[in-house]
């Protein structure tokens, strides 16, 4: 069981950055690949990235990379999102979610994750 909580976001202008954090709850969270996910207003949620267990895989939609960087620190029960560069259509709420090692698919689809928090807000402004 894990809980997560995301801080960090706010409205920015264009070119701007932020880190958003995911604070997780409970003894396993480093036995949890996470991920991030956004969902803008009347569109569909979207992969944003992603980190293994221990940190040594990422991955990043296309949309995103080169801009953003994942990170996850396992001692605080912690997993952040650097977002550099920002642009307007980076706005969206955005979530972050836990991983159960029970593979199905790629790590880009929400189905795979079994955790989310509630999100927080990212806007930029042009």
């Known amino acids: 069981q894990v809980q997560l909580v995301e801080s960090g976001g706010g409205l920015v202008q264009a070119g701007g950055s932020l880190r958003l954090s995911c604070a997780a709850s409970?003894?396993?969270?480093?036995?949890?690949?996470m991920g991030w996910f956004r969902q803008a207003p009347g569109k569909e949620r979207e992969f944003v990235a992603y980190?293994?267990?221990?940190?040594?895989?990422?991955g990043y939609s296309d949309s995103v990379k080169g801009r953003f960087t994942i990170s996850r620190d396992n001692a605080k029960n912690t997993v952040y999102l650097q977002m550099n560069s920002l642009k307007p259509d980076d706005t969206a709420h955005y979530y972050c979610?836990?991983?159960?090692?029970?593979?199905?698919?790629?790590?880009?689809?929400?189905?795979?994750?079994?955790?989310w928090g509630q999100g927080t807000q990212v806007t930029v402004s042009s």
């Open positions: 980190i293994s267990q221990s940190g040594g895989t990422t």
């Open positions: 409970g003894r396993t969270f480093s036995n949890y690949a």
């Open positions: 979610a836990a991983r159960r090692p029970y593979y199905s698919g790629s790590y880009t689809y929400g189905s795979e994750y079994n955790y």
